[in-house]
Every structure is written in C-alpha cells, then in structure tokens.
C-alpha cells in the first residue's frame, strides 16, 4: 500500500515538474514580419547615438574611438568623418541637432559644436572645475543647449557654449542610465541599479525613490501618456507613475527569458519596442500588454541598448560592434 502511494506521489511530481518545464519554455509569438534592415557600417566600434538635422535625410551617428559617421540617405548608407582631436581613444556619448545646429560630448571632456549640419565641427572649451564628465547634450533651439554630466550635474547655455550655468545645485552621483521628457524633467537610475532619482525645471536637487522590487533596476523613462517604464533585472518591465512610487503589476515580454532587456521606445502611443542582449528585439502593439519577438533578428550577434524612433516611419536600434537596425515600415 505505502509503495503505490510513493509511487503515485512521484507520478504526480513527474507531471508538475513536466508542467513547469512546459510553461519555461513557452515562447513569445513571432512577429508576421521583419519591419528592421541590418546595416552594414563601416566601422566595429561601439555605436552609442545619432540624430538628425532638419533635414530628415541627414544625420550623425557617434560611439566609441572616435567614431564619427554621417548619411545623407536617411540613413541607409553611412560614411566616416574625421575631426582633428588629440586623444584617438575619445568616446562620443551624445549627439543632438536643432535645425542645422549641433552638438557632441564624449570623454574625456570634449564638447563640439556646429552651425552648419556637420560642415565643420569646432570644440568649446570646457572647465577643468566641471563636476565629472559630459555624457549627454540636448540642442534646445538657437544657440541653446542642456549638457548633463556623467554624475548628473546639469548645465544650460544660451549663447553658443560660451558660458554654461547650472540648473541643478547638487550633483546626482554615478547613476547607469539617464532619460530626459520633453518637458525637460529627467529620470535617472543609479549605478547599481538600488534606486532612481528625478528632477524637474526649478527644483534645486534631485529627489531619491525606492525601485519597486527586489530586481535592480537597468533603465527607465517617459511614457507619451506621462507615467513612466521601468526595465528590471530578469526581462521584467513595469508601467506606472515614478514620482508616487505606484506601478503596475510586472510584464515579462520574453516569458522570464534569462537576457536582459536594456532599452524602450514608442513608434506610436500604442506601438512599443524593447531591446536587449542576444539579439532580442520585442514589440507590442496594445500598448505593452503582449507581446510579438522578431524572430529574424536573433541571430544577429549583437546586445542592443538602445532604441530611438523619429516620428512613427524612422527610427533605428544601436549595438555593439557596429551593428545599427534601420527601421524601414
């Protein structure tokens, strides 16, 4: 009697262990169609970001050794530039256009700038006082810009990189990634992950909030509808309002899949995208409720951190080793 119960537990064991198994490694539905073309550049360095001129034709595109490249297609086809600097290790961070006028960060501190689309780069000179390193820039208008640094120091100037002046009185510290709303608020998750910090226009300090969860977080953003995205440890994503610490239940687009997600955008209010390592590229069209994979675009060998979508018929995803996706409909 003992060894038919003893054997009818380990058959019932069997089939729940069978069942998680089952449920594990469920996949996410694949997309109808491959909306991506996968470039080819010119280069194997660590692609970090691009933008436009006014001319929806021409852009920039920066990352890691100097790397430098501009297209005039769209971004189709792209070609190196050089400009003369005296370190060949400089890493371009950041590029932003308003109309013909630009600007580039990278470290160590440099800062260029254009009038002309790119015809011609010049560099500001910046203070040997700047608290850390610029990480980031934001071409606000004529002869204006936002220069934040690489431990949340945020300066503004509005006379060319002349003279920059401080907009937040204490620095942040080392945080891993930084997203700035149109309003010009900024959200800020910390170097391990433990914690974000926000700012807005006229606060003098940045303001600390506990992550949600366990996980650490890996990066965050606006939302159109104004709430926020929180990517977590794990592939969890989670929607919700950051300032009041109040969030939705966790989403997990690939099903609990071991690679990490790194990057969020939106096409459209409701068409969303997420990108991480191993190739994965995500998107959900009810607003990040489910989600389709792009099965074409596993094997490309490549982690991708970052997604940016010019109104809803450009956009493009960067990786590693001069891998760029080009959104093409």
């Not at 687009?253 to 939106?266: E, I, N, V």
């Not at 995208?273 to 959900?284: E, F, I, M, R």
Request: glycine letters at 10%; aromatic letters at 10%; one cysteine or more.
């Amino acid at each position: 009697m003992m060894r038919a119960i003893v054997s009818h537990l380990k058959s019932i064991v069997a089939v729940l262990a069978a069942f998680v198994l089952c449920v594990g490694c469920t996949q996410v539905p694949a997309l109808d169609e491959n909306p991506w073309q996968v470039l080819s550049l010119p280069t194997e360095s660590n692609l970090i970001d691009l933008d436009f001129t006014d001319d929806p034709q021409h852009g920039w595109l920066v990352g890691t050794q100097k790397t430098l490249l501009e297209t005039a297609d769209g971004g189709q086809t792209w070609q190196p530039r050089e400009v003369e600097l005296p370190d060949d290790n400089t890493r371009f961070s950041a590029v932003s256009f308003s109309g013909a006028e630009g600007w580039i960060v990278g470290q160590p501190s440099i800062l260029l700038h254009t009038e002309n689309g790119g015809d011609s780069w010049e560099q500001v000179p910046l203070s040997e006082k700047l608290p850390g390193q610029p990480t980031r820039i934001y071409a606000l208008g004529p002869d204006s810009a936002e220069m934040v640094t690489d431990v949340g120091a945020i300066y503004r100037t509005e006379n060319d990189g002349q003279t920059w002046k401080a907009t937040v009185q204490d620095a942040l510290g080392v945080f891993r990634n930084i997203s700035r709303s149109p309003e010009g608020g900024y959200i800020a998750v910390s170097s391990r992950g433990n914690f974000y910090s926000i700012w807005q226009p006229g606060e003098d300090s940045w303001q600390p909030h506990n992550r949600e969860s366990s996980r650490r977080v890996q990066n965050m953003g606006f939302a159109p509808d104004g709430e926020f995205w929180m990517l977590a440890r794990g592939g969890q994503l989670q929607f919700g309002n950051a300032t009041e610490e109040t969030w939705n239940d966790a989403l997990f687009p690939q099903k609990r899949s071991s690679w990490g997600l790194l990057d969020l955008a939106y096409r459209t209010p409701e068409e969303v995208w997420v990108a991480g390592g191993g190739g994965s590229l995500l998107a959900s069209f009810d607003g990040g409720q489910t989600w389709k994979q792009d099965r074409d675009i596993e094997d490309v060998p490549s982690n991708f951190y970052r997604i940016k979508f010019f109104g809803d018929e450009r956009g493009f995803v960067i990786g590693q080793r001069g891998t760029l996706l080009r959104y093409r409909g």
